[in-house]
């Protein structure tokens, strides 16, 4: 039993991660359902063995994962896929999850990816927040954005990863990209060298803690483009979160800075669709001024309502995408329900 083998396997049936958990066998995630590649359970010998080849392909030393108890990195298997691994510690023994990453590119149009999210790489300041659940393809998104920006303006991006997911090459821009830990200690610290680094775009894999928050206002404000990723679900959330991650002195103050530096808000899920696959459905907010003035004064929790009634300048619902999907027949009115921002006021208007 060989990793390279399973995560074949798990690739030419379609899969988007494969689990290597001891006490079970080893099995991937298709379609939202699970499908076994092994038929025996493993144990924690198998499963150490396995990860250990992942390092292997990865030329990394898993050193690291043994002193934190938890490790992200990448590696490619050559005419399969681009891998991305976390591999962990579980009840004393090693464990790991891989996801699948396309060598190419995606390309939005087949993603669903609407025409409007592609169109905010065109700000040339500010910050945009690709926002969702783990699994929900927010890094898809932001690859996608790049290589927009990359294929119609000049400059320099520079990406800070943990770990790197897309390669990018140089079209109209000069791209760099950096992964924690091996090129950089820390999302922050990689941050503050970017600035020195004169960006015109900086993307940052995700905006983990305070300091790195901090930093990203910094930079957007000082006129460069940045793009970054929040495990939040919803426009209003994000902004909550993001502010109250500050000390209550300070937040009066991050709001004025967030009004004036934010772009727009994509929030995206994958939900099941009757016909048994997943579909792509996003929330689009974008900042006018009427928005600028909620968030600086406070007044978040009327930002859905603000969504909802700017579709005349590119927003997005999140629940008017669910209601026209149910009247499509693509969901269930469960499954629209159980997704949306709002479930007792779309239940009314889905009767």
Request: net charge neutral.
């Amino acid at each position: 039993m060989e990793l390279k083998e399973l995560l074949k396997k798990g690739y030419e049936i379609g899969g988007s991660d494969v689990f290597i958990v001891p006490g079970a066998r080893v099995s991937c995630k298709v379609k939202g359902g699970m499908v076994h590649l092994t038929e025996d359970i493993i144990k924690p010998a198998d499963s150490e063995a396995l990860i250990r080849e992942a390092y292997d392909l990865a030329g990394r030393d898993i050193g690291l994962l043994r002193k934190e108890g938890d490790d992200d990195f990448s590696f490619p298997i050559r005419d399969v896929s681009r891998f991305r691994c976390n591999a962990y510690y579980q009840r004393g023994t090693l464990a790991a999850t891989c996801r699948m990453i396309s060598f190419g590119l995606p390309d939005p149009s087949q993603l669903g990816i609407p025409d409007v999210i592609m169109k905010l790489a065109g700000y040339h300041n500010g910050m945009i927040l690709v926002t969702g659940p783990a699994g929900s393809g927010k890094s898809t998104t932001l690859a996608c954005m790049l290589d927009w920006i990359n294929n119609n303006r000049e400059g320099h991006i520079i990406t800070v990863e943990d770990p790197i997911e897309y390669l990018h090459s140089h079209k109209k821009c000069l791209i760099s990209q950096r992964e924690v830990p091996n090129d950089a200690a820390t999302f922050a610290r990689a941050l503050r060298a970017a600035l020195r680094q004169a960006p015109d775009v900086i993307m940052l894999g995700e905006m983990r803690d305070l300091e790195t928050i901090r930093t990203s206002i910094t930079a957007a404000e000082t006129g460069h483009l940045l793009l970054s990723s929040l495990h939040t679900t919803g426009a209003a959330k994000t902004v909550d979160r993001i502010i109250d991650m500050f000390p209550a002195e300070q937040q009066a103050q991050i709001r004025v800075q967030l009004s004036m530096i934010l772009r727009a808000v994509v929030s995206q899920r994958l939900i099941p669709t009757v016909n048994g696959t997943q579909r792509a459905v996003f929330e689009v907010m974008i900042v006018n001024t009427a928005i600028q003035n909620l968030i600086r004064d406070g007044r978040v929790h009327q930002i859905d309502n603000a969504i909802a009634g700017g579709a005349a300048q590119g927003m997005i619902s999140m629940d008017n995408e669910l209601m026209r999907l149910y009247r499509e027949k693509v969901i269930t009115k469960d499954t629209a329900l159980q997704y949306a921002v709002s479930p007792e006021t779309l239940s009314k208007r889905l009767t």
